[in-house]
């Protein structure tokens, strides 16, 4: 049945990816250059992007994107509650830096910090231990904070990853199992 094959939710992403093509050049046909248009060219350039989504179709042939879907979807609580602790240290750490660094000498201050924003890409990028160095404290007690900030965004990424690996070892043995099983029954079918 077509439209049954048509409703399928790989397939409306497969038509969602390459629907922004077509309607981009059929609008640059019918208008010519437009800067609204040309705007609007862009967007659907953005939407043309989604074509990443096509590697969600691979899943369906590699056990190992099975295995870590099945684990998200398992462990989706400890993902959401591993967020809202990092963006808890990120709100605090990015305002104790700005304050440190910035606010207490606003004329002398280290501009880097000027906005708690600006100071929450630091925050970022220390609790990650990416360490750019594109910003970085210079006083004594903002030193200490991104040591602390440092320790801190290693504790806080380090505690679910027991659970969430012994999810994925779950996970992956189930799949095993079940792909076995299928195996299993289709030569059994065919022989």
Known sequence: DKCEFVRRPLNIID?????????????????????QLQRAGVML????????F?????????LGLQTLGLTLRRCYR?????????????????ALAQLLEHGLDLEGGN??????????????ISMTTVGYGDM???TVAGRVLGGVCVVSG?????????FI???????????????????????????
């Not at 038509?15 to 800067?35: C, D, H, K, Q």
């Not at 350039?45 to 990443?52: D, G, S, Y």
């Not at 290693?154 to 027991?162: S, Y």
């Open 15 to 35: 038509l969602l990816a390459i629907m922004p093509y077509y309607i981009s050049v059929a609008m640059t046909m019918l208008t010519g250059e437009n800067s």
């Open 45 to 52: 350039r953005v939407l043309r992007m989604m074509r990443i």
């Open 54 to 62: 096509w590697v969600i179709k691979l899943a369906r042939h590699f």
């Open 78 to 94: 400890e993902m959401v509650m591993l967020l809202v602790f990092i963006c808890v240290a990120m709100a605090i750490f990015s």
């Open 111 to 124: 501009q880097d910090y000027a906005s708690i924003p600006a100071a929450c890409w630091w925050v970022i």
């Open 136 to 138: 970085y404290p210079v």
């Open 154 to 162: 290693i504790v806080l990424l380090a505690l679910p990853i027991t």
């Open 165 to 191: 690996y012994h999810s994925f070892v779950q996970c992956y043995h189930e799949l095993k199992v079940r792909t076995a099983r299928c195996n299993h029954r289709l030569s059994a079918e065919l022989n």
